[in-house]
């Protein structure tokens, strides 16, 4: 596997480049992940092209479907895209699987962990690398402003004042930011990530009963997207 990894890590930069060159397109992908607890779906952000095009080709290629919802944490996060989780024996720990490559950060100032945000999970390495397949869902809760300063002094960057507004008020996960590529944002089905958040689990975080996923794209004129979902894009 580590021999295609300068292979892959070359594609993806080639498809995030002619995404950059572009003139911004009047459509844009909308992703889907179904469960058995209900379907969420994301806007993917094109300030993070890298990992745009890694998480749509891996949806287009079906990579995702099958696999599980492996780590849930009440009013912080849930968490899947493990390639051993399918199929896997409801004892066996996982967390630990890739496809192996990882994507390098983009981590992004103006993305952050508020309530719905899709962001790449990693392992501690100092380059802040993302997993090129595991990802997680915040859901997070609201800060007081006293909380939130506890919070913000933990996080890897400053928190703008827009930002600690949205904390306060809508929630997310203050103390990521700056440490983790946030690159989509939920649009639909936030009760989803709570039903699955909220659910039993063992004391690994794996849900007792297994919660798979099925991951799709389908491109969408950003007119439909704002009017059916609310989404506002940048002018």
Sequence with gaps: MKTKRPIILAALCLIALQVCAQ???????????????????????D????????????????FYNGLLFHRIIDDFMIQGGDPNS?????????????????????????LFHQKGALAAARDNNP???SSGCQFYIVEGRKWSKGDLEKQSARAARKL????????????????????????????DGMDVVDKIASADKDGRDRPEKDIAMKVSVKKMKKKKIARKYGWKYEA
């Design 23 to 45: 003139k911004p397109s009047k459509k844009d992908e909308v992703v889907t992940i179904a469960t058995d607890k209900g379907t969420m779906r994301f806007i993917l952000f």
């Design 47 to 62: 300030e993070t092209p890298k990992h745009k095009a890694n998480f749509i080709k891996l949806a287009k290629d079906k």
């Design 86 to 110: 399918r199929n896997a024996k409801p004892d066996e720990m996982l967390g630990r699987g890739d496809n192996g490559y990882k994507i390098p950060a983009e981590i992004n100032g103006k």
């Design 127 to 129: 380059a802040k690398e």
């Design 160 to 187: 703008t004042d827009s930002q600690k507004k949205v904390y306060e008020t809508v929630g997310g996960t203050p103390h990521l930011d700056g440490a983790y590529t946030v690159f989509g944002q939920l649009i």
